[in-house]
């Protein structure tokens, strides 16, 4: 197997994801690749034009500005050790297949993940991202196996064991 052209990883922005961002990092500078970074914003419905109070539109463009601007600042953190780095914000409801979206659409060669983000109720509601993202993916996936946190403010845990699908 060749080395990856290109390594995607996922950020949602906790702990868990930024810990699977570093390796992926890693990764990328051990073996000469590019790295995408991605986030996916929640697509907000469209409500009745009567309710005014609440404007989507514009909530749903700041959180993807938002998300822009922090993907960006941590690929230019990222691009001062020598990275090639890219960063890519979708807009979708089911996060797991935005994510394989953006990784076909790439030509990724491999995914970088972590097993907790920021899931919560979330994650009984909709499944695991990560679990999605094994099953159906194209190209090889790591995942880096991390305990939940139970206090998303204390410092990032590190992985405590490694897991390669494919």
Same mark, same amino acid.
């Given at each position: 197997?060749?080395?990856?052209?290109?390594?995607l990883?996922?950020i949602d922005?906790?702990?868990? !994801?930024?810990?699977? @961002? #570093?390796?992926?990092?890693?990764? $990328?500078?051990?073996? &000469?690749? %590019?790295?995408?970074?991605?986030?996916?914003?929640?697509?907000?419905?469209?409500?009745?034009?009567?309710?005014?109070?609440?404007?989507?539109?514009?909530?749903?463009q700041?959180?993807?500005?938002?998300?822009?601007?922090?993907?960006?600042?941590?690929?230019?953190n990222?691009?001062? !050790?020598?990275?090639? @780095? #890219?960063?890519?914000?979708?807009? $979708?409801?089911?996060? &797991?297949? %935005?994510?394989?979206?953006?990784?076909?659409?790439?030509?990724?060669?491999?995914?970088?993940?972590?097993?907790?983000?920021?899931?919560g109720?979330?994650?009984?509601?909709?499944?695991?991202?990560?679990?999605?993202?094994?099953?159906?993916?194209?190209?090889?996936?790591?995942?880096?196996r991390?305990?939940?946190?139970?206090?998303?403010?204390?410092a990032?845990?590190?992985?405590?064991?490694?897991?390669?699908?494919?």
């Amino acid at each position: 197997m060749m080395p990856p052209k290109l390594i995607l990883s996922p950020i949602d922005f906790s702990n868990h !994801s930024d810990e699977a @961002v #570093k390796i992926a990092a890693d990764l $990328a500078s051990r073996l &000469g690749s %590019e790295l995408c970074l991605v986030h996916v914003v929640p697509m907000l419905p469209r409500l009745p034009s009567a309710s005014t109070i609440f404007h989507e539109a514009e909530y749903e463009q700041e959180l993807h500005n938002d998300a822009d601007q922090r993907l960006r600042q941590m690929a230019l953190n990222l691009s001062q !050790s020598g990275l090639v @780095v #890219k960063t890519v914000v979708g807009t $979708a409801n089911d996060t &797991g297949m %935005e994510v394989l979206r953006i990784a076909d659409h790439n030509n990724a060669d491999l995914i970088v993940i972590a097993t907790h983000g920021m899931t919560g109720w979330h994650k009984l509601a909709f499944g695991s991202v990560t679990e999605k993202v094994v099953r159906l993916a194209t190209c090889p996936v790591l995942v880096l196996r991390v305990q939940p946190d139970t206090n998303s403010h204390e410092a990032p845990e590190k992985p405590d064991s490694v897991t390669a699908s494919r």
